[in-house]
């Protein structure tokens, strides 16, 4: 993985950490009388600081290995494109009470899964450096 990825990778989880920390900060002062709102906002944070936790993981991977993985970078695009719709799309409902209309949520959620899938074959494949 190239550095500008890694810098991005790093970067873009990092902001989703403080965006998820913060939602949920507010959801729990703000929408305490919306439940409904509330519980969105709160699976959105969680499932948003489990995956940019993970997405952090990923690219600390990259540092592991001999040479560059596609299956790492699959891996990175999926919890990435997982946050924005996934997360993103739960934190719009929640704090905007707007349904996006689309797939979104059920797309993000797939794409978590994939980005797992592809952890998981990266793991099964991986080859390490000799003197790591």
Known sequence: MGHNLLRFFITYASLWGA???AVSAYSA???E???TRMLWAETGSFYGLVHAIGLLLLVGFNFLQRSPSKLLVI???C???GLLLFTGGLYVKALAEISLGGPFI???GSLYILGW???AL???KFVGRENV
């Open 106 to 108: 059920p797309v993000g």
């Open 79 to 81: 919890f990435a494109f």
């Open 29 to 31: 002062h703000g929408l």
């Open 19 to 21: 965006i998820c920390v």
């Open 33 to 35: 009388s919306d439940e």
């Open 117 to 119: 899938l592809m952890t």
């Open 75 to 77: 891996a990175c695009c």
């Open 122 to 124: 990266y793991g099964a």
